[in-house]
């Protein structure tokens, strides 16, 4: 399957100037967002609960900012940038009433409009700009003149030019600069689910941890094993990341290649794969998102058990320790 990338040149930046558009949420996408468009040229106003502490930043930052449900009775765009399990609330609540014909709803990941917890009418069109990084690097990258790659989805075309609209959304952005790479809503909340559960988040810190944690109970000290386990990841991850992973063999030892190849396949196994497919599979149909639900329902009981769980491991206290005696962290 290959894929379509566009650039400047194809982007028609009129389609979103001309537009009002609402930004609900101010933070790390929102403001990225919000600033991003009004530096474009866009008519961008914020909406914010009443009492947000996020209100004056972005007055302060130059923006409009007033209640969500008059952002999106002004608007003609509506980009909701609260957290995902938030959006249904907030859709049902402040966004739905003011829809009209015409209007277009917008969303950074698809997991709402995918797995159906926001149904948006028929007259309206459904479209995504999802950024491939965090909010601040979208912003500071905007501000250097590049810009960070973004996806471009279309779930409902209901005025024939919705396609249009999201990669105008994506240059009011910046993600022109770099490249806008089309896609579907499934696919964007499948693999971004896969990639932060899998590898990402998921896998990395377990993988780190468990290296953590066999050094140290085989009686090592926890600070050698934070630097190999914890510290020399990030320059591993650079110079993949940089120029591919035969650069990254180049620049290790022969040693270290080898035993990447030996211990490697060891470490990630029939088994990891295995569980790689289930997670996917389990993403796919959609008991991933009902559980996620049911906890934030739960008023996030098991989330912040095992969030607790983490800031007590000693690989925690350990780097923060570490961190404090070293230069290498700019405070
Ligand atoms: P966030 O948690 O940084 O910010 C959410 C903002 O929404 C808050 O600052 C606040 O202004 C507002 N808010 C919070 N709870 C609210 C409520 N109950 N009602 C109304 N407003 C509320 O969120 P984020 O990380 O910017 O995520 C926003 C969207 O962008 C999500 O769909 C997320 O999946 C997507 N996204 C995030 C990233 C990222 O790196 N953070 C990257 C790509 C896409
Ligand atoms: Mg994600
Ligand atoms: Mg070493």
Known sequence: MAIT???EQDCKPAVIQDKKIAIIGYGSQGHAHALNLKDSGCD????LREGSSSWEAAEEAGLKVCSMDQAAEEADLIMILTPDETQPKVYEEHIAAHLQDGDT?????GFNIHYGYIKAPEGVNVIMCAPKGPGHIVRRQYTEGSGVPCLACVAQDATGDAWDIALAYAWGVGGARSGIIKATFAEETE???FGEQAVLCG???????AGFETLVEAGYPPELAYFECYHEMKMIVDLMYESGIHFMNYSISNTAEYGEYYAGPKVINEESRRAMKDILARIQDGSFAHEFVEDCNNGHAWLLEQREKINQHPIETTGEHIRSMFSWVKK
């Not at 961008?44 to 909406?47: F, I, L, M, S, T």
């Open 5 to 7: 990338i566009y650039y």
């Open 44 to 47: 961008v106003r914020v909406g």
């Open 105 to 109: 709803l917008a969303f950074a990941h």
């Open 191 to 193: 693999e971004d689910l």
């Open 203 to 209: 896998g990395l810190v377990e993988l780190v941890k």
